[in-house]
């Protein structure tokens, strides 16, 4: 098979559109199946990996090479790739807990409503703290999974863009 081909623009987004969603897939599965209750920061990278998938989406749907999405695309990444390494670095007690910004604003949800807003508002619930590990994928934090992954996501926007700008 031609590597080039491999490579091109469509097969990339579409490869990083199924990472994304088997990645929020994943983290509401945790919550919902697992009872994992996501911090402030896992909230925030939900958010970022959100705002990448419709962004990924619609580029990919329009075959569009919009230097807007593209900049949204790379920002959303940045972002991701700031929260999930903050996390990691409290995680890990490089800084001490109360040094922690962005951490863990007390929400009451109530999780026997079944209005729509009552949904919403548990799936972006954060309660937990976020400098626990309480759930672990394959002997890995959420958080540096996400980390990883945002990693990835950023090589694989900037090779889809340099391949754009290309043709």
Do not use: H
């Amino acid at each position: 098979m031609n590597l080039e081909k491999f490579l091109s623009p469509r097969i990339l987004s579409l490869s990083l559109i199924c990472i994304l969603a088997l990645t929020l897939a994943t983290s509401f599965f945790y919550q919902f199946f697992f009872n994992f209750t996501p911090c402030f920061l896992c909230t925030l990278q939900r958010v970022c990996f959100f705002v990448l998938l419709i962004s990924l989406s619609v580029k990919f749907a329009k075959n569009s090479k919009s230097l807007f999405l593209n900049i949204v695309l790379i920002s959303f990444n940045f972002l991701g790739i700031f929260f999930s390494s903050r996390q990691v670095v409290l995680q890990n007690k490089v800084l001490s807990e109360s040094s922690s910004f962005l951490c863990s604003p007390n929400v009451d949800t109530n999780s026997n409503s079944s209005s729509l807003g009552d949904f919403i508002s548990q799936l972006f619930s954060f309660e937990g703290s976020c400098t626990d590990i309480s759930s672990t994928l394959f002997g890995v934090s959420f958080a540096a999974w996400s980390l990883s992954i945002f990693l990835s996501s950023l090589v694989f926007i900037l090779l889809i863009v340099v391949k754009e700008r290309k043709n």
